[in-house]
């Protein structure tokens, strides 16, 4: 089956089975039990029965089968948020002592979580760029369990080249986890690439309609038979609705990135040639930091692009608040097109000259660029970049 046809019909579950105590969308905290549930428990197969929808519910349980298929990957376990995810596989594979290696071109909240653990759990941490292999590699020592990085970066779209790091991750026994929340199933999928396990944030393109929190970790099954042991003592349960709604999403998730690749390319294309601009970083312009890997590995470049307005944060401000149809919001992934600045809100914990170091510049914009008609968000952006300076 190819990825459309994937989209809308894997993931069907089977209701024979199921004795739920009230009725669907599977709104049912827990479910009937028998003999053959209680064994299954006992026996450390509590995956495979329907007890408690902490550890199982089929709402969910169709939103795994269709992430796993989506992404290629044998299963997939949901949780309550992208940061839910994230903390499972952590807390999955890292004892005190053990060492990581990551990047600072890293979602705000993962490098929140992880300086947390290096303090309080003695986790040693190497920050190398995700587009060095070389450094990566270099970075590693005898205790490191794990490379983490995003399949592009937040918010400089950096590209992590896995390619350079797999054959080496393997000798050793480290782990790739990949947050592939940018690019969406649809664009790439890392688990091809040599990537162990997939995180998203659901809460982006997955559900796509700004309307939920979820997250999602797509691996082999004895991996996801792990992170789901961790995932069922933390408790990052993801509630029936979202994954009801998240199921509905992903049905038309092909169709939703191919608007979005389209308009973004459209947008970084017009954005590149402006006055008022003074970079476009997007992974199908041909000054991307890696334009071969991009085109040999991503089927199209996403709906983000990051640019830098001529003028500084100020200016930046003032080209965001005469925006009509971009709205002025954090996240990113839905229908409608969405604009922040990550001075002010991603990277507000670091100074100029740590924001400037990572190559967040004055003046540096994200924006998602939505599914409306690629007209009228050309013409929004362009009256907001007259006048000024
Ligand atoms: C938003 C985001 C997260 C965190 O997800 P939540 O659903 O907000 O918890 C993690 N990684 C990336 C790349 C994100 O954009």
Redesign the pocket.
Known sequence: MRFATKAIHSGEISLEKLKPVITPIFQTSNYLLDDEIYKAFLEGRGRDVWIYTRHGNPTRRAVEEKMAALEGGEDALMVS????A?ASVLFTYLRPGDHMVTSKHL?G??LGLISMMEERFGIKVSYSLPDHPEGIIDAATSETKLFFF?SIS?PLLRPFLMDGVVEFARKRGIKIIV?N??LSPYNFNPLQHGADLV?H????YLGGHSDL???VIVGSKEDIEMVWKTYVALGPTADPLSCFLLERSLKTLHVRMERHNLNALEVARVLEGHPKVEWVIYPMLDNYYEADYARSHFRAGGGMVTFKIKGGNEEGMRFMRKLKIIKEAA??GGVESLVSMPFNTSHYALSDEERRALGIEPGTIRLSVGIEDVEDILADIDQALEGGE
């Not at 948020?81 to 839910?84: E, I, T, V, W």
Request: aromatic share 8%; no cysteine.
């Open positions: 948020s992208g940061m839910g994230v979602y909240g993962s995003e937040n947050d929340t940018f995180i944030s659901a809460t982006k929190l979820a997250g996240s990113l």
